[in-house]
Antibody
């Protein structure tokens, strides 16, 4: 059974960098056919996709966030990470990591999510 | 970006009833459409992929249909645990985008 777990600080100060990690168990992030994504949900709102890091290590970022986003991976630890720079209160959200399937681009499973609040 | 519009944004239904949720894409996406269910405080859960394929483990009372720009999610014989928010997601092209959600309430 594939499981994902987000970790990182729940509080980040404005203008700083938000850093989150997603630890994966039950599957290798280097296995073909899948990509690994970050998705966020503002309080009471819809879902916003950040982009992906592919099993090969290649990345794609949503153009709306591209200038502030970096995704990376640690294959030895089987985890991948998100960095979002220059955060503001508008970046306060629940952040999810999820596995995407190449071809169908469906997300399954998801991590439980982590609430990140941007505040001084 | 492809815009995904869901309707209605919320609806009231009864246990045992039937619910239909609509999702419209701003351009044709063939059948590259997925549906998720989200309960309060939980992550979304995949229900339907490729417009009409039922994800493993999902009850058969959930079904999806449509192609091109117009899609529907139907829940027959609502169970108490089906009261949740439902999201569609286009998987046709990047950036992948989601609809605004439909809250199904009692």
């Amino acid at each position: 059974q594939v499981q994902l777990q987000e970790s990182g600080p729940g509080l980040v100060k404005p203008s700083q960098t938000l850093s989150l990690t997603c630890s994966v168990s039950g599957a290798s992030i280097s296995s073909g056919g899948y990509f690994w994504s970050w998705i966020r949900q503002h309080p009471g709102k819809g879902l916003e996709w950040f982009g992906y890091i592919y099993h090969s290590g290649s990345t794609y970022y949503n153009p709306s966030l591209k200038s502030r986003v970096t995704m990376s991976r640690d294959t030895s630890a089987n985890r991948f990470s998100l960095k979002l720079t220059s955060v503001t209160a508008a970046d306060t959200a629940v952040y999810y990591c999820a596995r995407g399937e190449a071809g169908t681009n469906k997300f399954d499973p998801w991590g439980q999510g982590i609430l990140v609040t941007v505040s001084s | 970006d492809i815009q995904m519009t869901q309707s209605p944004s919320s609806l009231s239904a009864s246990v045992g009833g039937r619910v239909t949720i609509t999702c419209r894409a701003s351009q044709s996406i063939s059948t590259y459409l997925n549906w998720y269910q989200q309960k309060p405080g939980k992550a979304p859960n995949l229900l339907i992929y490729a417009a009409s394929s039922l994800q493993s483990g999902v009850p058969s009372r959930f079904s999806g249909s449509g192609s091109g720009t117009d899609f529907t999610l139907t829940i027959t014989s609502l169970h108490p645990e089906d009261f949740a928010t439902y999201y569609c997601q286009q998987s046709y092209t990047t950036p992948l985008t989601f609809g605004g959600g439909t809250k199904v309430e009692i």
